[in-house]
């Protein structure tokens, strides 16, 4: 009996006593156990990975509203600043009319005021170079009567 014979024999013992503590089965039940737990992890990751895709469309289209609302936002800003513009032009020009108006105002007044000083000192030199020569022509009595008529018959015209 050669040693060849002994390493067989112990070889089959082994075997032997593998099968009867079913280390092949406790293998296989560990193996099984194994593949179960890689499955719901990849299951899980799985999962996850949809979940994540979800979340994903989610937020792009939270983006897309938020970039959509802050266009209009930026839109309504415009045109209210646009309207403000305009009714800042409006304003402006209707101010400026109303100077305009009442700078022409003032110079009619200014104008019809210079008008009447010019009659008035008109009147008076006439009224004085009158008298001037009236006096040289007539006596006191008669030209103090003759200036009052004159003054009355100018004043009369004026009113």
Do not use: C
Not at 7 to 30: D, E, Q, R, T
Not at 45 to 74: D, F, P, S
């Amino acid at each position: 009996m050669d040693a060849t014979f002994w390493a067989f024999i112990a070889l089959v013992i082994f075997v032997g006593v593998v099968i009867y503590f079913k280390v092949p089965g406790l293998i296989g039940k560990s193996l099984d156990e194994r593949a179960a737990r890689i499955r719901n992890e990849l299951e899980e990751a799985q999962r996850l990975r949809e979940e994540a895709n979800q979340l994903l469309g989610e937020y792009q289209k939270r983006r897309k509203e938020a970039e959509q609302e802050a266009e209009e936002i930026v839109a309504a800003a415009k045109r209210e600043a646009e309207a403000l513009v305009e009714d800042a032009h409006r304003k402006t020009e209707e101010y400026v009319q109303r100077r305009a108006a009442l700078a022409e105002q003032k110079i009619g007044q200014a104008e019809r005021e210079a008008v009447a000083e010019v009659r008035s000192i008109a009147v008076d030199v006439a009224t004085e170079a009158a008298r001037a020569v009236l006096a040289g022509k007539l006596d006191a009595r008669a030209s103090a009567e003759l200036f009052k008529d004159s003054l009355k018959a100018v004043q009369s015209k004026l009113n």
